[in-house]
C-alpha cells in the first residue's frame, strides 16, 4: 500500500467551547478530542505536516509535544496563534521540526505552508498581518479561518489552500492539495 503526505490545521484538541466541537458534529469536547486523536494515529502516511492551532488549554505545549511524539509517523508543525512561541517549542523539544512558515515542493509545486492565508480579515480586529506569508504568487496551504471553503484567491491573486479540520474533516492527501488546483 502506497503512503503519502498529508496536511492538516485548527485541531484545537481541549478547546472547551461548543463553538468548535458542535459545529464538528460532536456532543462534548471529550468526543470530539477522542475522534480526532483517533484519526490521526491510525492515518497511514509518510508525513504529516500540522499546521496550527493544535492545543488549546493549559500546559499546551507539554499536552502537544507528547501528542506529537504518540503519532506513528514524522511531524512537521507550522505554529499558529493558539500554539506555543516557535522558539519555546524548539527548547520544549529539540527533535520536533517547529517553524513559523515553510516553502515545500509538493510533486514539484512550490507552495508556502502556514497556520495563515496570504490575506486575511479578521472578524474580531485582530491583526495578523506580521504572520501571513508574502502574496507573492506561491500557492499557500494554510489553516486559521475555520471556513469550510477549502480553495480562494487573495486579492493579488495567489491560489490558497485551506487545509483546517473544518473544510476536510480530517487530514488531508497531498494528492488530494494538487487536484484542487487543476
Not at 468548535?20 to 494515529?41: K, S, T
Not at 487545509?163 to 494528492?175: I, L, M, N, R, Y
Amino acid at each position: 500500500m502506497t503512503m503519502e503526505t498529508f496536511f492538516t490545521s485548527d485541531l484545537h484538541l481541549g478547546h472547551d467551547k461548543p463553538f468548535i466541537w458542535e459545529v464538528r458534529g460532536f456532543r462534548n469536547v471529550w468526543e470530539h478530542d477522542r475522534a480526532i486523536e483517533q484519526a490521526l494515529r491510525s492515518l497511514r502516511c509518510d508525513h504529516l505536516y500540522l499546521l496550527g492551532d493544535v492545543m488549546m488549554g493549559t500546559n499546551k505545549a507539554e499536552r502537544l509535544v507528547r501528542f506529537i511524539r504518540s503519532l506513528p509517523y514524522p511531524v512537521t508543525l507550522i505554529a499558529g496563534n493558539h500554539d506555543p512561541a516557535v522558539a519555546a517549542l524548539a527548547l520544549l523539544a529539540d527533535d520536533l521540526a517547529v517553524y513559523a512558515s515553510l516553502d515545500l515542493a509538493i510533486d514539484g509545486v512550490e507552495v508556502t505552508l502556514s497556520h495563515y492565508p496570504a490575506d486575511f480579515v479578521d472578524h474580531r480586529g485582530r491583526d495578523f498581518t506580521a504572520h501571513m506569508p508574502p502574496d507573492d504568487g506561491r500557492i499557500v496551504v494554510h489553516g486559521h479561518t475555520h471556513s469550510a471553503r477549502r480553495l480562494s484567491v487573495s486579492k493579488q491573486g495567489t491560489r490558497q489552500i485551506h487545509v483546517g479540520w473544518d473544510s476536510w474533516a480530517g487530514p488531508v492527501k497531498s494528492t488530494a492539495l494538487l487536484a484542487l488546483l487543476e
